[in-house]
């Protein structure tokens, strides 16, 4: 399904808004990934034909009344990238430079993901293009509920389930969900709650979820320490991005003895030679939409920061962050990738060329989407897990599949994001080559 794309294919090709940054299209980075993937797994060209695009890609155009009055016209994406493994699954964003090929490089890494973690989940993702710092928290659920309403059954418990991702939040979610069973029938209102996860508690949402992403980096660097018999504590990181999955990140690594020396967002980049405090961080730059006055740590510049000595690096912002000019400056052991697609292929060579390895996202950032399965489980069954279970159950995945993954590049001679895709692929050829191609 593709409404009104025909401009928007012309536009996604020049990310918009995003002038001081890389300009490279990020969907050629997931196209250039897969193919170095189909290099060194058996995918029939049939597959290879499927998974190059996605199922559907839905834009949509929605007006809100503000309340200073206005109405505005918001623009929506949803793309569905493929279901043969279960519903679509994948993050709603709400950010100014939101466009069509970015949502499908990031609705392509779900697959991946989900393939890869063996969950019964497909790939999708959305956003709104707009920024949502600039609009009240009453125009900012009006948006969310004209945008709900205007997906329509474009969305569902069974058929795509959205989950929070850059500028959303539980908040957010809880409005979606709130949305959604007041457009369907009476008697599937208490039914459909799971038709998005990352809800708040109250709201029929997983204890564990927030902290998810970011506890699954950690259970991520934690093997690769073991790995590589790297003890952590006393050991340093810096952070890009400090929202739920970098503070989060942070959090628990504090926690392990590991000191957060540099921290950055948008709004600049700032040295601490004996460590931030992660939790007065993340409170400041909640309460203040992000670092910026942040009364501790001096001010850096943006390469002061990616030459920051460290031992870990965890991009936790924004995609293509990392570029050949990055990958030289990084002075770090090991860079474990928070944020979905930061790291573009020439910068991905020169570090293992250097011989910094990369934890890929769709490894490393996968524990989100381990615990909204959980969560979309628990409603389905109306049960409520305890956080010990949920963390038990995450640790257990994460690590198992870390390993997989290790094993995968080891026996392949690759590098581990190839061996990620190779496992991910290869789970989707088998079930292709099972249930062939209708008719
Ligand atoms: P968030 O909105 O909570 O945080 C985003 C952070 O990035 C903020 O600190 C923001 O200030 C910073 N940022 C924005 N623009 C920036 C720029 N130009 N330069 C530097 N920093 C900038 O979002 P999040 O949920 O933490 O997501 C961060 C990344 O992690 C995204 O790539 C997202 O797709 C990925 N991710 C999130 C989840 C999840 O569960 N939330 C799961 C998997 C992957």
């Known amino acids: 399904m593709q409404l009104?794309?025909?401009?928007?294919?012309?536009?996604?090709?020049i990310p918009e808004g995003l002038a001081s940054e890389p300009t490279e299209n990020l969907f050629k980075l997931a196209e250039n990934q897969l193919e170095r993937a189909f290099k060194v797994v058996n995918v029939d060209e049939s597959v290879r034909e499927i998974l190059s695009q996605p199922k559907n890609e839905i834009i949509i155009h929605f007006p809100v009344k503000l309340s200073n009055g206005k109405t505005q016209l918001f623009k929506g994406y949803r793309v569905q990238h493929n279901n043969i493994l279960g519903p679509y699954k994948g993050g709603i964003r709400f950010h100014q430079d939101v466009y069509l090929d970015e949502c499908k490089a990031l609705a392509s890494w779900m697959t991946?993901?989900?393939?890869?973690?063996?969950?019964?989940?497909?790939?999708?993702?959305?956003?709104?293009?707009?920024?949502?710092?600039?609009?009240?928290?009453?125009?900012?659920?009006?948006?969310?509920?004209?945008?709900?309403?205007?997906?329509?059954?474009?969305?569902?418990?069974?058929?795509?389930?959205?989950?929070?991702?850059?500028?959303?939040?539980a908040q957010i979610m809880d409005?979606?969900?709130?949305?959604?069973?007041?457009?369907?029938?009476?008697?599937?209102?208490?039914?459909?709650?799971?038709?998005?996860?990352?809800?708040?508690?109250?709201?029929?949402?997983?204890?564990?979820?927030?902290?998810?992403?970011?506890?699954?980096i950690v259970h991520c660097i934690t093997e690769w320490a073991k790995e590589n018999r790297f003890n952590l504590a006393g050991s340093s990181m810096i952070v890009q991005g400090f929202g739920n999955v970098g503070s989060n990140t942070a959090k628990i690594l504090s926690r392990m003895g590991v000191s957060v020396l540099a921290v950055g967002?948008?709004?600049?980049?700032?040295?601490?030679?004996?460590?931030?405090?992660?939790?007065?961080?993340?409170?400041y730059a909640r309460a203040n939409s992000g670092l910026d006055g942040y009364p501790g740590g001096q001010r850096i510049t943006?390469?002061?920061?990616?030459?920051?000595?460290?031992?870990?690096?965890?991009?936790?912002?924004?995609?293509?962050?990392?570029c050949a000019h990055e990958a030289e400056a990084l002075q770090c052991k090991v860079v474990v990738e928070g944020a979905n697609g930061p790291t573009n292929l020439e910068a991905e060579d020169i570090l293992l060329r250097r011989g910094i390895p990369v934890v890929p996202d769709i490894l490393a950032n996968?524990?989100?989407?381990?615990v909204s399965y959980y969560e979309w489980l628990q409603n389905k069954r109306s049960e409520m897990w305890d956080i010990d279970d949920v963390r038990q159950k995450l640790e257990m995945r994460m690590t198992s599949t870390y390993?997989?993954?290790?094993?995968?590049?080891?026996?392949?001679?690759?590098?581990?994001r190839t061996a990620a895709y190779a496992i991910a692929l290869e789970r989707l050829q088998e079930v292709y080559s099972r249930r062939g191609v209708w008719p």
């Open 4 to 13: 009104n794309a025909s401009l928007d294919e012309h536009l996604s090709q």
């Open 112 to 169: 991946w993901k989900c393939a890869l973690q063996n969950l019964p989940f497909g790939g999708g993702k959305g956003g709104v293009k707009f920024n949502p710092q600039q609009y009240s928290i009453q125009d900012l659920e009006h948006i969310t509920r004209r945008f709900t309403h205007a997906l329509g059954t474009n969305i569902g418990p069974e058929w795509d389930v959205p989950a929070p991702d850059v500028g959303t939040n």
């Open 403 to 416: 390993q997989l993954v290790s094993e995968k590049a080891r026996y392949l001679r690759v590098d581990m």
């Open 302 to 322: 943006r390469d002061e920061f990616f030459s920051t000595k460290c031992d870990i690096f965890v991009p936790a912002a924004l995609e293509l962050q990392l």
């Open 366 to 370: 996968s524990g989100g989407v381990v």
């Open 265 to 283: 967002d948008q709004t600049g980049y700032w040295v601490h030679p004996e460590g931030f405090n992660p939790y007065k961080l993340s409170e």
């Open 175 to 216: 409005w979606m969900m709130d949305t959604f069973s007041n457009i369907v029938n009476m008697s599937d209102k208490q039914s459909v709650k799971r038709v998005v996860t990352g809800k708040s508690t109250v709201c029929g949402g997983s204890a564990g979820r927030e902290e998810a992403t970011g506890r699954g």
